[in-house]
């Protein structure tokens, strides 16, 4: 699996690309400029259940397992390396707490046979409930509609013997900017001068509550 580099436009081995990240220098060798971010968590995905997406559920496991083999290279590559903190993998960034699509991705990682396979954290995006009529409710108006999900996320993971205690992490949450009135139909959004001093969503990484 090979990732476009913009913006010097050389394809270059997804390995490659994301060693680069965890180091002083660029992937390039240009050690002229040193602000490269060191990164420590890697997530497969965003939103590959968004309204809209032609991702099929079996696709989302399949595109994961190239990322956990690069992760794996690198980190036997550069274990070596003096101060070198190991990447960690995980997903799949879902739209929302969405059980049976992240059952799904879990039934594929038990049946994984590769005995380096690795998921290091579940992630997901925490802004709407979306029910079985389509409809959404957004949390900024009942935080209440994310309690138990942790412990519903508990009782997946030991139904496939996967440990409890693997960490969650909320990768996009907050209150959209635009607010939605019970007045119109759940996917219409209109703006309201009550609504202005509103901030945008916030993507601060947290964990779900019980």
């Known amino acids: ?10 394809v270059v081995p997804l390995s490659d690309f994301l060693a680069g990240l965890t180091l002083s220098c660029p992937w390039n060798g240009d050690c002229a400029h040193q602000d490269v971010p060191k990164v420590q968590y890697i997530e497969a995905w965003n939103e590959p259940d968004a309204p809209g997406s032609t991702i099929q559920p079996a696709q989302v496991y399949q595109s994961y397992i190239p990322l956990y083999q690069a992760v794996n290279s690198i980190n036997h590559s550069l274990s070596t390396d003096r101060g070198y903190t190991p990447l960690e993998v995980g997903g799949p960034a879902l739209y929302y707490f969405n059980t049976p699509l992240l059952t799904t ?7 994984d046979s590769d005995p380096d396979k690795r998921l ?9 409930n979306v029910l079985p009529d389509g409809s959404r409710q957004f949390y900024k108006s009942d935080p209440s509609l994310v309690k138990g999900y942790r412990d519903q996320l508990d009782s997946v993971l030991a139904e496939r013997g996967l440990p409890e205690n693997l960490p969650v992490y909320i990768t996009e949450t907050g209150i959209p900017a635009r607010c939605v009135t019970t007045a119109t139909a759940p996917t219409t959004h209109v703006k309201l001068p ?11 990484s947290t964990t779900p509550t019980r």
């Open 194 to 204: 009550a609504c202005h001093h509103l901030p945008t969503g916030s993507r601060n």
């Open 105 to 111: 991705f879990l039934d594929a990682y038990v049946a």
């Open 120 to 128: 290091d954290f579940v992630s997901y995006h925490a802004y709407v």
């Open 1 to 10: 699996m090979s990732i476009l580099s913009a913006p010097s436009n050389k």
